[in-house]
């Protein structure tokens, strides 16, 4: 550029053109910025940002009752009975209290050590965030006697705080109705709020949660609801968690106390899995990306139980060394800390950075876990012997792994040889699709844009992991063919079981299935592999799941397709007057009945597919979901599938 442009261009960039974004515009200029996305995932963040106010209210120990209210318009209300939001006039802003929390970012009691010794709200932006986002907000306060009310249309107050009556209540109630032109999607998922208020409801023990949807009434005209209530905290959490699993000690181990002013909680049980399942949470925030609490964790965890196996003399004909992994196999292990100051980094910011928490951790469990191997040998000796367990395995399942690590080095001559590569080489541009059988993956070979599109047919039903011990899985042809086609690795420490994605080939991992049972099965079984052995996968947002469709629909010409039940009938309706036997209707039972072009257009071509992100919304749940679906125990399976077959698609 000339450097008379410049000097042109300088003179007409001045004061003028730097916009000021006052209150809370900023959120409704950038609302992901500030709730991560407006999909279904920011539309839900919205309730739990006001739970998380009433939630700091109950860890105040001012309120140990909270209801939440799905309404008919898709609205929602939360209710507490803690102090209530203080009305009387804010000096500094010269407008009442409620007015100044409702309408300005980062304003509240939380940010005044007095009023809250630790906050769950503290990661979020507070009510006014969700005052901004919503087409109508209105408060009530229930206080001293008085309900006080004001009304909020997309953050901005229609009058001052009024006094509307009177009341023996007290606590805070806030109803909003998300803004339409904010969120794609506006409609609120019951299971989705339950999940969240029983996670609540765990993480503090003594507080009721109560969730009513009145969308949906039942047979006795009541509406749909369920009530969140736990004694024990975290003893029932590993309850809830394992209740598939078999336990190999008749208790779960509770370590609780309080070191350099940090409350901790933890509860572990071991079972007869395969599996490390660890979920860490600092002040009700769920970090699936660990952080120094968890680490404490599993330092201390490792050190004790360590010190207490070589005292014991259990590992003395071990004729190799036991490494951290060891001791967590089987393990689901909760860790629960509140944190005055929390510092959050990582790439979701769900990562806890405070160094004094990991030391914290580290002495409780030492100190605690000592008492109990003391104090209970006989659950000692079970937990040691699993841990040997662990090793003999882990050692079998070494060479298993090097076996897929030296298979995936090779270059484009190792790769399976099923796999119909696609021409790009730039994997930010590439996706890779697992297909259920040599038939569907004919289709699919033929079908597909070679150019970005890769096909690896699996045979038959990938090995279920959930009951395979770790080097079964990396014997297995078909989980070896996926991880070599990928370019991914497994950690190659000891002590590592990260998966390595420096070399991924395809940033979108789409597992294609038949779209009848069978085929959700399938993709079940290639999800739970997913979940406990390339989670990182997930986590980035490269796997998702492709959706053909159930039938077509023809009519002289015109041909239409159905991806469920209620679409056929109202294409009946439609193309042939209610009458069926005018049309050809075609049920598709597999994928390989279309042919390559109807696949193409039904559910490759990314201008007209569906493709379902596969998101881990809580870690804890999935996890209890997994081992449900997959492991050995049937009735709560079976009543799963009874519960949810009629409307959900249980590998969505």
């Given at each position: 550029m000339a450097d008379e442009e410049v000097v042109k261009n300088q003179a007409n960039y001045s004061a003028d053109n730097i916009t000021v974004l006052e209150g809370l515009e900023a959120v409704r200029m950038r609302p992901a910025m500030y709730i991560g996305d407006v999909n279904e995932?920011?539309?839900?963040?919205?309730?739990?940002?006001?739970?998380?106010?009433?939630?700091?209210?109950?860890?105040?120990?001012?309120?140990?009752?909270?209801?939440?209210?799905?309404?008919?318009?898709?609205?929602?209300?939360?209710?507490?009975?803690?102090?209530?939001?203080?009305?009387?006039?804010?000096?500094?802003?010269?407008?009442?209290?409620?007015?100044?929390?409702?309408?300005?970012?980062h304003a509240g009691g939380k940010f005044d050590k007095g009023s809250y010794k630790v906050s769950g709200g503290l990661h979020g932006v507070g009510v006014s965030c969700v005052n901004a986002l919503s087409d109508h907000l209105d408060v009530e306060v229930y206080r001293n006697g008085t309900i006080y009310r004001q009304e909020y249309e997309r953050g901005k107050p229609l009058y001052a705080v009024k006094e509307v009556g009177t009341t023996e209540k007290r606590g805070t109630r806030v109803h909003f109705h998300p803004d339409a032109t904010i969120f794609s999607v506006s409609e609120y998922k019951f299971d989705t709020l339950a999940s969240?208020?029983?996670?609540?409801?765990?993480?503090?023990?003594?507080?009721?949660?109560?969730?009513?949807?009145?969308?949906?009434?039942?047979e006795d005209g009541s509406f749909l609801s369920v009530h969140f209530y736990s004694e024990n905290g975290l003893k029932d959490f590993i309850s809830y968690l394992d209740e598939t699993r078999e336990k190999i000690m008749p208790d779960p181990i509770c370590i609780e106390g309080e070191k350099q002013n940090i409350p901790i909680e933890i509860a572990m049980q071991y079972n007869t899995s395969f599996s490390e399942n660890l979920h860490s949470y600092v002040n009700n925030i769920n970090t699936h990306e660990g952080g120094t609490h968890l680490a404490g964790f599993r330092r201390g965890l490792t050190r004790t139980l360590k010190?207490?196996?070589?005292?014991?003399?259990?590992?003395?004909?071990?004729?190799?060394?036991?490494?951290?992994?060891?001791?967590?196999?089987?393990?689901t292990a909760i860790i629960s800390v509140k944190v005055a100051e929390p510092q959050f980094e990582g790439q979701t910011k769900t990562k806890l950075g405070n160094t004094e928490v990991m030391g914290a951790v580290d002495v409780i469990v030492s100190e605690l876990l000592t008492n109990y191997l003391e104090e209970n040998p006989k659950e000692a000796k079970?937990?040691?012997?699993?841990?040997i367990l662990a090793a003999q395995a882990r050692h079998a399942a070494r060479k298993a792994r090097e076996m897929v690590q030296?298979?995936?080095?090779?270059?484009?001559?190792?790769?399976?040889?099923?796999?119909?590569?696609?021409?790009?080489?730039?994997?930010?541009?590439?996706?890779?699709?697992?297909?259920?059988?040599?038939?569907?993956?004919?289709?699919?070979?033929?079908?597909?844009?070679?150019?970005?599109?890769?096909?690896?047919?699996?045979?038959?039903?990938?090995?279920?992991?959930?009951?395979?011990?770790?080097?079964?899985?990396?014997?297995?042809?078909?989980?070896?063919?996926?991880?070599?086609?990928?370019?991914?690795?497994?950690?190659?420490?000891?002590?590592?079981?990260?998966?390595?994605?420096?070399?991924?080939?395809?940033?979108?991992?789409?597992?294609m299935t038949d779209a009848d049972v069978d085929g959700s099965h399938i993709a079940t079984l290639i999800l739970t592999f997913f979940f406990r052995y390339m989670r990182e996968?997930?986590?980035?947002?490269?796997?998702?799941?492709?959706?053909?469709?159930?039938?077509?629909?023809?009519?002289?010409?015109?041909?239409?397709?159905?991806?469920?039940?209620?679409?056929?009938?109202?294409?009946?309706?439609?193309?042939?007057?209610?009458?069926?036997?005018?049309?050809?209707?075609q049920r598709y039972k597999g994928l390989g009945e279309m042919n390559p072009q109807q696949l193409w257009d039904t559910t490759m071509n990314p201008d007209t597919r569906t493709l379902r992100q596969v998101q881990i919304e809580n870690a804890a749940?999935?996890?209890?979901?997994?081992?449900?679906?997959?492991?050995?125990?049937?009735?709560?399976?079976?009543?799963f599938i009874e519960q949810n077959a009629t409307y959900a698609n249980i590998d969505a």
């Open positions: 995932r920011g539309l839900h963040h919205l309730v739990y940002e006001v739970v998380d106010n009433s939630i700091d209210e109950a860890l105040a120990g001012y309120c140990n009752k909270i209801n939440v209210t799905i309404y008919e318009d898709n609205s929602i209300s939360v209710e507490d009975n803690g102090r209530g939001i203080p009305v009387d006039m804010h000096e500094k802003e010269k407008r009442s209290a409620l007015e100044v929390v409702m309408t300005v970012l969240r208020l029983r996670e609540l409801a765990f993480l503090n023990k003594g507080i009721e949660l109560n969730l009513e949807d009145r969308r949906v009434v039942n010190a207490y196996a070589d005292k014991s003399g259990m590992l003395a004909k071990l004729k190799f060394d036991i490494t951290g992994d060891d001791f967590r196999e089987g393990l079970m937990i040691v012997d699993k841990v030296r298979q995936t080095a090779f270059s484009g001559g190792g790769l399976p040889g099923k796999l119909a590569d696609c021409s790009d080489k730039d994997p930010s541009m590439c996706e890779i699709y697992l297909v259920e059988g040599d038939s569907a993956g004919g289709s699919a070979k033929s079908g597909r844009d070679r150019r970005f599109q890769a096909i690896l047919p699996l045979r038959g039903k990938i090995l279920n992991v959930e009951k395979a011990m770790q080097h079964r899985a990396f014997e297995s042809e078909e989980i070896k063919n996926i991880y070599t086609a990928l370019g991914v690795s497994i950690g190659t420490s000891d002590d590592s079981k990260a998966l390595n994605m420096e070399k991924l080939r395809y940033h979108k991992v789409i597992i996968l997930i986590e980035g947002g490269y796997v998702y799941i492709a959706t053909p469709p159930l039938y077509q629909v023809k009519k002289g010409k015109r041909e239409e397709y159905c991806w469920n039940e209620e679409q056929r009938l109202a294409l009946i309706d439609e193309m042939g007057g209610g009458k069926e036997s005018s049309l050809t209707i749940e999935a996890d209890r979901i997994f081992s449900m679906l997959m492991g050995d125990d049937v009735p709560p399976r079976r009543e």
